[in-house]
Nanobody
Framework: QVQLVESGGGLVQTGDSLRLSCAAS????????MGWFRQAPGKEREFVAA????????YYADSVKGRFTISRDNAKNTVYLQMNSLKPEDTAVYYC????????????????????WGQGTQVTVSS
């Protein structure tokens, strides 16, 4: 069982930066692939970024590539999402997720492959 708690969201202006954190409980954090998803009002949840257990590979949605960076600190049981050059279209509730069964690179972008989810943190970018 893994419990995830996101933090770091807020209201910022276009072009600003934010760093989201996701703290995980349990001693098996380092065995989970971690991902960030987001959901804007009236839209479906969408993939943002993911990082493998080994930290060797990271994956990003095209819409955030070059602006967002995912990282993890297994010693602190925490995954981060550094968001730079924020745009109004980045406004959403951001969720972190943990998954054990990633077999293919495409699995990291599929919300159904994740086993545990946080409660979400709101990010609002004003124009």
């Amino acid at each position: 069982q893994v419990q995830l708690v996101e933090s770091g969201g807020g209201l910022v202006q276009t072009g600003d930066s934010l760093r989201l954190s996701c703290a995980a409980s349990g001693r098996t954090f380092s065995t989970y692939a971690m991902g960030w998803f987001r959901q804007a009002p009236g839209k479906e949840r969408e993939f943002v970024a993911a990082i493998t257990v080994s930290v060797i590979n990271t994956y990003y949605a095209d819409s955030v590539k070059g602006r967002f960076t995912i990282s993890r600190d297994n010693a602190k049981n925490t995954v981060y999402l550094q968001m730079n050059s924020l745009k109004p279209e980045d406004t959403a509730v951001y969720y972190c997720a943990a998954g054990l069964r990633m077999a293919y690179s495409r699995d990291y972008q599929d919300s159904h492959e994740y086993d545990y989810w946080g409660q979400g943190t709101q990010v609002t970018v004003s124009s």
